[in-house]
């Protein structure tokens, strides 16, 4: 009896349960982010192509709607060159998700990269309406005004990333609109501060190096140089612009030395063979520097600065044909420079085409207003052509500008400046030292100056004392003279505007080739 009352009781279980219902397998519905995690590790390995073919699929099972797929798609498609492209899916996502800033700024990007500044302006500061604190779109937003020319708003969207949160990127840029208005002061406190708040920076260090370079401030330039060649013994700006200051001092084996290290990282580097073409012509060893310069105009032929240096050498090798076609070819690169009519002058004058000599001279006096030197060449070309009247004018207005350098500078002329015009001036009977003193005797001349621009501009000149004065002496008596110079290489253009929010900065002391010698 008692098994078979539990049998029924098991039945009676067992019936119970089938009848109670089932519940229904609810519908599966597509996951648009399910495969977001594999696109996010294939991108970060840079395994492309697999994650092409993921979004791809991602994308086909959601109808394009997969925002996340279409983003990192764009992201390949900028990196892959096809700006266009990705510019219409960042559109894309920003449709998908008009509230979020990263698209926005995306679109900006791409907008900035095809060069359209002024719209990506616009999408940037719709972007800063969503975002009022993030530092990269106020940096963009200035790194766009700099391309526009609106430097006044770059400065206050930089100042605000600054105030948001400091990283090195905002300070170089903001050292380059003060270097672009030349304002040379403001640019090395910007960097001062930069290197304050990045003391490690070796990019910040040979930047504000260079610019100290710039001034003439060695002491301060070598000691930067030094603090970046010690936490990067390798960073080629910086050795190249330690070798640059040697070869100004005329230690041109050790800046050869320098150089030699620089040229196993950028073999090609323009600035690199201008210099060491001028370090052989300091040495004298003329064929080997129009060798070095040749490689130099080659690698940058539209480089005025070497055009200007070969002409110089062949000047003083007295193949004035060749020092006319380079000193020509940099005229057409640098027309307002009037030291480089002045020596086109001299050639013209050597290959005995006087009316051009002249009409060369006298462009060069109305475009230099403070270097002495192109009126005591014009005043000797004119004395030797019978005009005695005409060289007594640009002898009169020589000593004119030697005495505003005077009273505004301690300058040292050089000593075959001076003897020239002496001779000159006891020539057409005005006297012998009534502006020039011997060298030795003036008591605050500390500085030799140049016969280029910077004894008028001081600016980084490109002649040098001896090479010029036998050009001015071949002008004069056509007689040889020794000849040497150095040469240095200095950032006289800043550099081009980097790409934002991640730019390679782009510092090279070697930006604008020239040559000078001071003692």
Known sequence: MAEERLQRRTQFTASAESQKPRLKKAPEFPILEKQNWLIHLHYIRKDYEACKAVIKEQLQETQGLCEYAIYVQALIFRLEGNIQESLELFQTCAVLSPQCADNLKQVARSLFLLGKHKAATEVYNEAAKLNQKDWEICHNLGVCYIYLKQFTKAQDQLHNALQLNKHDLTYIMLGKIHLLEGDLDKAIEIYKKAVEFSPENTELLTTLGLLYLQLGIYQKAFEHLGNALTYDPTNYKAILAAGSMMQTHGDFDVALTKYRVVACAVPESPPLWNNIGMCFFGKKKYVAAISCLKRANYLAPFDWKILYNLGLVHLTMQQYASAFHFLSAAINFQPKMGELYMLLAVALTNLEDTENAKRAYAEAVRLDKCNPL??????????????????????????????????????????????????????????????????????KSKHRTTSTSKAASFQQPLGSNQALGQAMSSAAAHRKLPSGAGGTSQPTKPPPLPLEPEPAVEASPAEAPSQIREK
């Open 374 to 443: 192109v009126n005591l060449n014009y005043a000797v070309l004119l004395y030797n052509q019978g005009e005695k009247q005409g060289a007594l004018a640009q002898y009169q207005e020589m000593e004119k500008k030697v005495n505003l350098l005077k009273d505004s500078s301690s300058l040292e002329f050089d000593s075959e400046m001076v003897e020239m015009a002496q001779k000159l001036g006891a020539a057409l009977q005005v006297g012998e030292a009534l502006v020039w003193t011997k060298p030795g005797k003036d008591p």
